[in-house]
């Protein structure tokens, strides 16, 4: 017959020894791969559900920390408008007691000025007075060498003194 016809024996054996294949591996072999491809499954479902739950926690994660980071951001301009705050207050304060201290310096060098002064005019006048009476005297010893003139001009003083007293 040829290749393309098989004679019937040949195809009786053919058939017989596929059922025996077919049969041990129906027995053996189909449970060992369905079980293989049910814990292969069973391990591709896991994985995808532990995949999917990394996914939620990343998410939860970056929700978080962008929460996080808004959070610092607040908190750095808070900080930042309380120390430009507190040096603002700083600053007034240093210019108040700058102020306050220039205020009083110039009130005490007005003050000893006024004392230096009242003290350099006291002095003039005492130096006046002293060389007043020096000339005074000079004066007087010259014009009072006789009697006459000392009661003349004690007289006159008299009356000078009693008439001040009378207004």
């Not at 393309?4 to 189909?30: C, D, H, R, T």
């Not at 391990?43 to 980071?69: F, H, P």
């Not at 009242?118 to 004066?139: D, G, P």
């Amino acid at each position: 017959m040829g290749l393309l016809q098989p004679e019937s024996g040949l195809v009786f054996w053919m058939l017989l020894s596929f059922v025996i294949v077919f049969i041990v591996l129906a027995k053996y072999g189909f449970p060992v791969i369905i079980k293989a491809i049910d814990s292969r499954k069973k391990y591709i479902d896991n994985s995808l559900d532990a995949a999917k739950e990394a996914e939620q926690k990343l998410t939860e994660i970056r929700s978080n920390g962008q929460k996080l980071l808004e959070a610092a951001e607040q908190q750095q301009k808070e900080i930042i408008r309380e120390a430009s705050e507190t040096r603002e207050q700083i600053i007034r304060e240093a210019r108040r007691k700058a102020e306050s201290e220039s205020k009083r310096i110039i009130t005490a060098a007005h003050e000893q000025a006024a004392i230096e002064r009242e003290a350099i005019l006291q002095e003039a006048r005492n130096h006046v007075a002293l060389l007043a009476v020096a000339i005074s005297e000079k004066l007087l010893r010259q014009n009072l060498n006789d009697k006459e003139s000392q009661t003349l001009l004690a007289e006159r003083l008299l009356n000078e003194m009693n008439q001040q007293a009378n207004k």
